[in-house]
């Protein structure tokens, strides 16, 4: 049971880049969203969805974009990735907001 | 002042040794508590809810104040796998958003 997959684990980016980062869930879970991990703070998270054709913007939504075409997929593209976007990154999904969320393995992104 | 605050630790125990750290939170409209743990470099992953009336499990206890508006968590009998960061998380009723605390690093020596 792959849960979420989340792909790249690893990427370096020159500021000014634009990239996304895929996320893909088999649980059928309605609720995806994307958090980022800095030191010393806690998730914040970034943009959510409630279902597919459904998005919103969550704490740090500003150089990022999503969508959610299927219940399975939601990517998180950088537009004009600049080096306050380094952080690791983390997609989760769970049934209902005050069920478990299950979190993607991370992206650890660098932008120089 | 952050939605939820976390003694950082790191907290040093040897094994078999009780450790015990609090979580305080600001919103009292929160419904769910939650711990989740986090190995070095990986995912957070579910440890437990945590109800009002305070749950075990197994080598685990979790207690709810919602006087004081902070969340427990007592590790008995320590061992070396328990090493990670335990982060608070947060959930407020009709609130889509999760608030995590920054968590609590222990650390459990043979």
């Known amino acids: 049971n792959a849960g979420v997959t989340q792909t790249p684990k690893f990427q370096v980016l020159k500021t000014g880049q634009s990239m996304t980062l895929q996320c893909a869930q088999d649980m059928n879970h309605e609720y995806m969203s994307w958090y980022r991990q800095d030191p010393g703070m806690g998730l914040r998270l970034i943009h959510y969805?409630?279902?597919?054709?459904?998005?919103d913007q969550g704490e740090v939504p500003n150089g990022y974009n999503v969508s959610r075409s299927t219940t399975e997929d939601f990517p998180l593209r950088l537009l004009s990735a600049a080096p306050s976007q380094t952080s690791v990154y983390f997609c989760a999904s769970n049934q209902a907001t005050n069920t478990e969320a299950f979190f993607g393995q991370g992206t650890r992104l660098t932008v120089v | 002042r952050k939605e939820v605050e976390q003694d950082p630790g790191p907290f040093n125990v040897p094994e078999g040794a009780t450790v015990a750290f609090n979580c305080t939170y600001s919103n009292s409209a929160s419904q769910s508590f939650f711990w989740y743990r986090q190995d070095c470099r990986k995912e957070p992953k579910l440890l437990m809810s945590v109800y009002s009336s305070g749950n075990e499990d197994g080598r685990f206890t979790a207690q709810l104040n919602r006087a004081s508006q902070y969340i427990s968590l007592l590790i008995r009998d320590s061992k070396l796998s328990d090493s990670a960061t335990y982060l608070c998380?947060?959930?407020?009723?009709?609130?889509?958003?999760?608030?995590f605390g920054a968590g609590t690093t222990v650390t459990v020596r043979a």
């Open positions: 998380v947060v959930h407020r009723e009709h609130d889509y958003k999760l608030s």
């Open positions: 969805s409630v279902g597919a054709g459904i998005t």
